[in-house]
Antibody
Framework: EVQLVESGGGLVQPGGSLRLSCAAS????????MNWVRQGPGKGLVWVSS????????RYADSVKGRFAISRDNAKNTLYLQMNSLGVEDTAVYYC??????????WGQGTLVTVSS | DVVMTQSPLSLPVTLGQPASISCRSS???????????LNWFHQRPGQSPRRLIY???NRDSGVPDRFSGSGSGTDFTLKISRVEAEDVGIYYC?????????FGQGTKVEIK
């Protein structure tokens, strides 16, 4: 059974930083692109970032470029999202997803990031 | 960016009756590899999204066959042949043909 388990969310002040993690199991993690997708309160789904299977290609939404960094450790089957210079607009549930046979085949349960003073 | 436009945004349905959601893209989703990268997702209240359909018309494992996807180019449709109570929630289309991947606004399906 595929499992994606996010952690690292919480309350942070504007301008602060957080590092999200996503532990993957049940599939060959090192063979697939991985993504972060977020959903603001009462809002729709928004793609944030993606990373290629070997970590050699990373992509970012314009809204987070220069502030967020995606990475992965294939030995630990873990995906990361380092988030810096957080603003209130970054408040959302952050989902880890995997591209197994096309985009966003599997989703984690999400981790809530709240940016507030 | 490719803009994905869903309609309707709200869809009251009767149990046992069919339902249909439209998704239009601002550019063709036909990739140079010959596939159209259009996916459908369902999100029940308080839950994570779940993928239902990938590459326009392929049902994911465990997805009931009352769900079907169709379309090409810029015009796509998700159909539910007979709505059941568990089908309530928000449905999203998403394109992965061009960077950045983009989602539609979502269609809220509720029982009349």
């Amino acid at each position: 059974e595929v499992q994606l388990v996010e952690s690292g969310g919480g309350l942070v002040q504007p301008g602060g930083s957080l590092r999200l993690s996503c532990a993957a199991s049940g599939f060959t993690f090192s063979a697939h692109w991985m993504n972060w997708v977020r959903q603001g309160p009462g809002k729709g789904l928004v793609w944030v970032s993606s990373i290629r299977s070997d970590g050699g290609d990373t992509r970012y939404a314009d809204s987070v470029k220069g502030r967020f960094a995606i990475s992965r450790d294939n030995a630990k089957n873990t995906l990361y999202l380092q988030m810096n210079s957080l603003g209130v607009e970054d408040t959302a549930v952050y989902y880890c997803t995997s591209n197994v046979n096309d985009w966003n085949a599997y989703w984690g349960q999400g981790t809530l990031v709240t940016v507030s003073s | 960016d490719v803009v994905m436009t869903q309609s309707p945004l709200s869809l009251p349905v009767t149990l046992g009756q069919p339902a249909s959601i439209s998704c239009r893209s601002s550019q063709s989703l036909l990739h140079s590899d010959g596939y159209s990268y259009l996916n459908w997702f369902h999100q029940r209240p308080g839950q994570s999204p779940r993928r239902l359909i990938y590459k326009v018309s392929n049902r994911d494992s465990g997805v009931p066959d009352r769900f079907s996807g169709s379309g090409s180019g810029t015009d796509f449709t998700l159909k539910i042949s007979r709505v059941e109570a568990e089908d309530v929630g928000i449905y999203y289309c998403m394109q992965g043909a061009q960077w950045p991947p983009t989602f539609g606004q979502g269609t809220k399906v509720e029982i009349k």
